[in-house]
């Protein structure tokens, strides 16, 4: 049974709050936080969560606070921050696709990304930074090209959907290109980028994007309600005084911008853009797109299945890439069946 209650401003301003979805929300961001806490206790040097905190809290020792703060905090708050951009960004694409398959990973996004990086490794045998550069232009371009490709008087889910199936084919294609005309230490190099890992990462992945998701998540989240009235149709938004090409637009860059600079701080971490938003649908029960509980759900996903890699494998052993291919392969697959049963494919 859904929960709805009108909150009145002082300003005379109603608004409906929807109880379940956030009771939903603040568990999911609890559970994010827990993972986070004992993430950063786990590794060859395991601290348990009480230290782990009073270290946050600046009451370590000074082996704690090294460990904690210069070498597993940045790690895991990249993994938050790539989960909550790759969780958002996936929500929004299938919102404005109204596909539930519409996520980076199949529209080409993460691929062009992947290409802008193997360009930097390959041909130009970049640094770190320029290989971050690399990917960041990779995934803006191409999400740029598919959005020319699939304009026709506005741009609809079901030809987004198919014009980023056909770029995300042309792009795997140059990536396997490229990979031809490397050498073996450059094609290990770019194995390794392609997996998706969080290994190795440092405050100079954290900063950037923090910025970026603390310019973006408001003003995706401000935009939600113009995306909610989308989804019952271009006509009817616009007779309710919704922009639509405009908030489409708009919505769009952001999600590309999302994918593009998680994907340069992790690689091309897989499937987390696709279930995220599925999950926290399934969780609300709310209609939607759900951008916070996306949102959340992303950051949780990701720092989990970093400590699944650690704990089962060891640190560095698995990169969490490989674990989240693995589950979101099985949860792709369950959920065609059940489109497939449910008539709508």
Not at 30 to 53: C, E, K, N, Q
Not at 212 to 230: D, E, I, S, T, Y
Request: net charge positive.
């Amino acid at each position: 049974m859904r929960t709805n209650r009108a909150l009145r401003t002082p300003g005379g301003l109603s608004v409906r709050l929807d109880v379940r979805a956030t009771v939903v929300v603040a568990l999911i961001l609890l559970a994010a936080l827990t993972a986070s806490v004992v993430l950063i206790g786990t590794g060859d040097y395991p601290i348990p969560a009480r230290d782990v905190l009073k270290t946050l809290f600046g009451d370590g020792n000074a082996g704690q606070e090294f460990i904690v703060n210069e070498l597993r905090l940045p790690r895991v708050l990249v993994g938050l921050l790539v989960g909550a951009s790759l969780g958002l960004g996936g929500a929004l694409f299938q919102a404005i696709s109204r596909n539930p398959l519409g996520s980076p990973d199949v529209l080409g996004l993460s691929q062009g990304a992947t290409a802008g990086a193997l360009t930097m490794i390959v041909l130009f045998s970049g640094s770190a930074g320029q290989v971050t550069t690399g990917a960041l232009v990779g995934g803006l371009v191409t999400g740029f090209a598919i959005y020319l490709l699939a304009w026709r008087r506005g741009v609809h889910g079901y030809r987004l959907v198919l014009v980023g199936i056909g770029v995300s084919a042309i792009v795997t294609a140059i990536n396997g290109y490229l990979l031809t005309r490397s050498t073996l230490t450059e094609a290990s190099q770019a194995v390794v980028w392609m997996t998706g890992s969080l290994s190795g990462r440092d405050w100079t992945q954290v900063w950037p994007l923090l910025w970026l998701c603390a310019v973006l998540v408001p003003l995706v989240l401000v935009n939600g309600r113009g995306l909610r009235m989308m989804e019952m149709g271009d006509d009817v938004s616009n007779a309710l005084g919704v922009r639509v090409e405009r908030v489409r637009l708009l919505l769009l860059v952001a999600a590309v911008l999302l994918t593009a600079a998680a994907t340069a701080a992790a690689g091309p971490v897989s499937f987390v853009a696709l279930t995220a938003p599925q999950l926290a649908r399934r969780l609300t029960r709310s209609p939607g797109p759900n951008l916070l509980a996306s949102l959340c759900m992303g950051a949780t996903l990701l720092v989990t299945a970093d400590w699944t890699s650690q704990k089962v494998f060891g640190a560095d052993q698995l990169p969490v890439g490989v674990v989240t291919g693995v589950l979101g392969g099985v949860y792709l697959l369950w959920l065609l069946v059940t489109e497939r049963r449910a008539g709508r494919i």
